[in-house]
């Protein structure tokens, strides 16, 4: 009976430990590939609790984020300092649960961004997994010492330190590249028209409710029994009303208000809202996203300068898109003197197209073709011919260029875990030989 209990309680151990492990190592790498994305979310909550002064440090508490979640999942899956370990993840858990409690009743933030964009997840779903996961924590806790580890004590040091050193360096890269896998709605490929609309029969419905004052009473009605020929009703205000719930489409918030400056570039003398003329244009369009250009670098400014000059020369259009206030885009022009066309257009949008500020993406027919942080804007040399007979004026197979980067990402991590593993085992084979020669 003894042993079928023991059998029993290391399989519960073994599936909560896999279960914490699991979601931890997912969690943490779907945010390490994109940590500017967890950064934005952080600074979300930072501003619904009032932290704003803590924008400049969300980064670093990105890459803390990052790494920290996945360096916790490998190390339960490895058996890595069980006890400490299993101690972390409890505390860990014992902060989230109620944590995620609040925002599922406040809602201060819509979506808990814990898996990044890779699984977008309700308030209310991600507490009712972290129950899950607290459970599992708390078995860990207890039973640390049933947990499978795969590398003796005499490893763990190394393995730990090479485990957490990958992880950080891994978090910086993609700081300053474009995700190595997107999943994000303005991936290259995607069709920001259609994304922008939903099937009629799929879209959410919404009634209009009017309420009406008569006599200091208020009342509500809808369109078929508004008293519209009654003068007695006074009109107080309109309301909508959802009826049926649908999808929402997976672009909002995408457009784009040209600003026309003076010759002297020292007014803005007209607006135009261009949204539509560039998502129908049959040529091809350079859209440079600068949502700041306070904050943007200008290491490579000169690069975006070349693409620019490019596009005049071949009759492409380019436009720098931005949220920054009007007298910024003035001061920037005084002293840089680009000559770009300034867009203003939505800062979330912008953040989400493209992570670095600025970053370039080339389009055709309200199609992505293709897209680039600042570090990697083709250069002057590389722009000497006509887009259609460049390598980067046709779509990339994005799949092909993910999977390249996840074996590499994977051989780098694993192969040196293999050979130790592989280490540990003979040595730790050899001592029990001479171990069991000594006892005889």
Not at 4 to 14: D, P
Not at 414 to 427: E, M, R
């Amino acid at each position: 009976m003894g042993k079928t209990k023991n059998i029993i309680l290391k399989t519960i151990v073994e599936i909560s430990r896999i279960l914490l492990g699991i979601t931890f190592v997912f969690s943490g790498f779907v945010k390490a590939i994109d940590p500017l994305g967890t950064t934005y979310k952080i600074q979300d909550y930072l501003t619904s609790f009032g932290l704003v002064s803590l924008h400049d440090i969300a980064l670093p508490m990105s890459i803390v984020l990052c790494a920290g979640e996945f360096c916790l999942g490998i190390f339960m899956l490895f058996g890595l300092y069980r006890k400490w370990t299993s101690r972390l993840l409890f505390l860990v858990m014992l902060f989230m649960t109620p944590l995620t409690l609040y925002l599922a009743i406040a809602n201060p933030v819509q979506d808990c961004g814990c898996f990044g964009d890779a699984l977008i997840i309700t308030n209310w779903q991600t507490f009712f997994k972290n129950i899950v996961l607290l459970a599992c924590s708390i078995v860990v806790l207890i039973w640390h010492e049933k947990i499978t580890n795969l590398f003796t004590g005499k490893f763990y040091w190394f393995v730990s330190l090479y485990i957490i050193v990958c992880s950080i360096a891994f978090c910086i890269y993609s700081s300053k590249n474009e995700p190595i896998i997107d999943f994000r709605p303005y991936k290259v490929g995607a069709d920001i028209p259609q994304l922008m609309t939903v099937e009629e029969d799929k879209a959410p419905v919404f009634e209009n409710i009017f309420i009406y004052e008569k006599d200091g009473i208020k009342k509500e009605f809808t369109e078929d029994n508004y008293p519209w020929e009654d003068s007695t009703w006074v009109f107080v205000d309109r309301q909508s009303k959802l009826i049926k719930a649908g999808e929402e489409p997976l672009i909002r918030d995408f457009s784009i208000n040209r600003l026309y400056l003076t010759q002297d570039k020292t007014e803005i003398e007209a607006e135009e809202d261009i949204t539509s003329e560039v998502l129908s244009d049959s040529s091809y369009t350079f859209l440079m996203i600068a949502y700041s250009l306070s904050d943007m670098s200008q290491d490579y400014l000169s690069s975006f300068e070349d693409v620019n000059n490019y596009a005049g020369d071949h009759q492409y259009k380019f436009y720098c898109l931005t949220s920054s206030p009007r007298d910024v885009i003035l001061q920037l022009e005084k002293e840089n003197i680009t000559n770009f066309d300034f867009c203003l257009s939505d800062e979330r949008s912008l953040k989400t197209i493209v992570r670095s500020n600025p970053g370039l993406i080339l389009m055709k027919n309200g199609v992505i073709i293709n897209k680039w942080s600042d570090r990697n804007v083709p250069s002057e040399t590389q722009l000497n011919k006509p887009i259609e007979q460049l390598s980067f004026g046709n779509m990339p197979d994005t799949k092909k260029e993910s999977d390249r980067h996840l074996y590499m990402l994977a051989l780098i991590l694993f192969t040196p875990l293999i050979v130790i593993k592989l280490l540990d085992a003979l040595i730790y084979h050899r001592k029990s030989v001479t171990d069991n020669i000594k006892k005889k």
